[in-house]
Nanobody, 128 residues
Framework: QVQLVESGGGLVQAGGSLRLSCAAS????????MGWFRQAPGKERLFVAA????????YYADSVKGRFTISRDNAKNTVYLQMNSLNSEDTAVYYC?????????????????????WGQGTQVTVSS
């Protein structure tokens, strides 16, 4: 059974940083691409970032490009999202997701339907 557990969320002031982690179990982690999505209150869930199975390719939403960095450690079965220069618009529940799909573009990485497994989410709140 696949389990994705996010951690690292919390309350941070605008301009601050947080690092989210997502620990995976139940599958061969290194075979899967990983993505991060977020959902603000009353809004749809949106793509944030994704990384290929090897870590060699990364994809970002325009809204976070230059501020967020996705990375992975296959030895630890963990994917990370380093978030810098946070602002109130980054307030949301952040979800990690696992995909067997070999996407080759941001548009493909942003599709929820290519992800097979999802975590429960971690809350990030940015105070202004």
């Amino acid at each position: 059974q696949v389990q994705l557990v996010e951690s690292g969320g919390g309350l941070v002031q605008a301009g601050g940083s947080l690092r989210l982690s997502c620990a995976a179990s139940g599958r061969t982690f290194s075979r899967y691409a990983m993505g991060w999505f977020r959902q603000a209150p009353g809004k749809e869930r949106l793509f944030v970032a994704a990384i290929s199975w090897s870590g060699g390719s990364t994809y970002y939403a325009d809204s976070v490009k230059g501020r967020f960095t996705i990375s992975r450690d296959n030895a630890k079965n963990t994917v990370y999202l380093q978030m810098n220069s946070l602002n109130s618009e980054d307030t949301a529940v952040y979800y990690c997701a696992m995909s067997l799909y070999w996407y080759s573009s941001t548009a493909q990485a942003a599709l929820e339907r290519v992800y097979d497994y999802w975590g429960q989410g971690t809350q990030v709140t940015v105070s202004s």
